[in-house]
């Protein structure tokens, strides 16, 4: 796959490069400015270290000449002291400013010189005592001294040695220019390896990005080599791995509940199909079509319980059902739903009782809703009960709210079955029979118990007692 410029440009890996050469020039250009700086300075105290040894050999040569006149008869020792140094300038004058002596043009001399820069003729110069001094066309480092002619007590003279600093001016130019191509030159050094490392260490993503493009919907069980990457990948990969198993059991169980659904409704639209067929062979009588709009009445009503209930889970679903919470009696509620229900017990030749239920207790929950997952549980549990058998509601404090237990005699549930009884149309021959029942009534129940913020569990002993319980948090806003 190619990539864009832009694309591109907000890869990785060329972030990555950018950033490298970013940091390396910075840290290139800091490392050159400071060893500029460092050669810089000593430069200029090997300078001035020469501005002091000559001062101190003029001093030596004075006091080997007994007059200025002498000077003006003999001056080659001073011009030889610095011949031979590039830039290097004496000036010989006496204390009122007169020149006696100096070794090239006036114009790198100020034509005054301030007392507080002379040494003492009683103190040895030092690098410190050199200063610099503006003076056209050039920055001047000067060191000025007092010398004597002859002994101690003989005439003071003033000494002024200077240098120019631009003298070291080519050599630090070429130094830059060449500091500035090295820092190039290592800027593009590390970019070009930086790419390559970052290249090579994303060579683990370009993989998780080919296994990556080879799932689809059918191929869901495809999953990310996790454990055989860095460590960073592993929790992105896991994480991926983790949505995948979601997301394929999210498509199984939608493939599931589309073949149920089909199946459901192909039921009752063939017996449809069949008796209308069946009363269209021949001529009938009023009674005959009569029982036949009787029969097919059962069976749309049959489809409209269907189609309700699958709409109600899909607006539970997709967070589009608002509840009307509201403070109940907990005991009333369950003897309204008791009485209801006693009448169909009977007939089934099954015992429903009440038993002893938590005084006062009060619940925070929409009435219709909490009457249909209760009447849902009664209808599975009267379908699942045989005659002589027993059902009992119960209602007892939990320990962070109420729970409310339907539990019947019978067969029970195999333990393979209870993780997946509350699904949509699971099919278990203890648990979700396929007669008139649509295959929904748990799932709804579940789906009921979640928006009330609270959950839905079955218990079963085979051959004993199934108990399927609501709990319901205390606080209303759970």
Not at 31 to 53: H, N, P
Not at 58 to 68: E, F, G, M, N
Not at 243 to 253: S, T
Request: aromatic letters at 6%; proline letters at 4%; charged letters at 20%.
């Amino acid at each position: 796959m190619r990539l864009t410029a832009g694309a591109r440009a907000s890869s990785i890996a060329f972030r990555l490069t950018l950033l490298f050469a970013i940091v390396s020039v910075l840290t290139f250009a800091a490392v050159g400015t400071y060893l500029y700086q460092v050669l810089v300075r000593k430069i200029e105290l090997r300078d001035d270290g020469r501005l002091v040894d000559k001062v101190v050999l003029v001093r030596s040569l004075l006091s080997d000449y007994s007059s200025i006149a002498s000077i003006d008869r003999a001056p080659a020792p001073f011009r030889h002291s610095v011949h031979g140094i590039d830039g290097l300038v004496l000036r010989l004058s006496s204390m009122d400013g007169k020149v006696i002596l100096q070794t090239t043009a006036p114009m790198y001399f100020p034509s005054t010189l301030s007392p507080q820069g002379l040494v003492p003729i009683t103190r040895t110069p030092q690098a410190e005592d050199v200063h610099r001094q503006s003076w056209a066309p050039d920055e001047l480092r000067v060191l000025n001294a007092i010398g004597v002619l002859g002994d101690v007590a003989g005439t003071p003279v003033q000494i002024s040695i200077s240098r120019p600093r631009s003298r070291h001016s080519e050599f630090l130019r070429h130094y830059l220019l060449n500091l500035a191509c090295a820092v190039t030159l290592g800027a593009t050094v590390v970019a070009v390896l930086g790419f390559l490392i970052v290249r090579q260490g994303m060579a683990p993503l370009r993989m998780v990005i080919s296994q990556a493009n080879n799932i689809s919907t059918h191929r869901m069980n495809t999953r990310l080599p996790a454990q055989r990457g860095p460590l960073e990948l592993r929790e992105l990969g896991a994480a991926f791995n983790a949505m995948l198993d979601r997301l394929e059991d999210g498509v199984q169980r939608l493939s599931g509940f589309a073949a149920d659904l089909a199946h459901d409704l192909r039921t009752p639209v063939n017996t449809l199909m069949m008796e209308t067929q069946v009363a269209l062979s021949r001529p009938r009588t009023v009674e005959e079509y009569q029982t036949l709009a009787a029969s097919n009445l059962e069976e749309y009503e049959h489809l409209a319980t269907m189609i309700e209930n699958t709409l109600f889970l899909a607006r539970v679903d997709n967070a589009g059902l608002a509840i009307n919470r509201q403070t109940l009696d907990a005991q009333a509620e369950l003897l309204r739903i008791r009485n209801y229900f006693e009448g169909l017990a009977e007939e089934a030749g099954i015992t429903l009782t009440l038993a002893q239920t938590a005084a006062n207790a009060t619940l925070d929950a929409d009435a219709t809703l909490l009457r249909r997952a209760l009447g849902n549980l009664l209808s599975n549990a009267i379908a699942h009960t045989p005659r002589g058998g027993a059902i009992t509601l119960t209602l007892r404090q939990a320990d962070d709210g109420l729970q409310i237990d339907v539990a019947n005699t019978g067969d029970g549930v195999a333990a393979q079955h209870l993780p997946h009884i509350f699904e949509r149309y699971y099919r278990a021959d203890s648990a979700r029979p396929s007669n008139a029942s649509t295959g929904l009534g748990l799932a709804i129940v579940r789906a009921i118990m979640r928006l009330h913020g609270g959950e839905a569990t079955v218990h079963s002993m085979p051959g004993a007692t199934t108990t399927f319980s609501l709990r319901f948090c205390s606080a209303p806003t759970c």
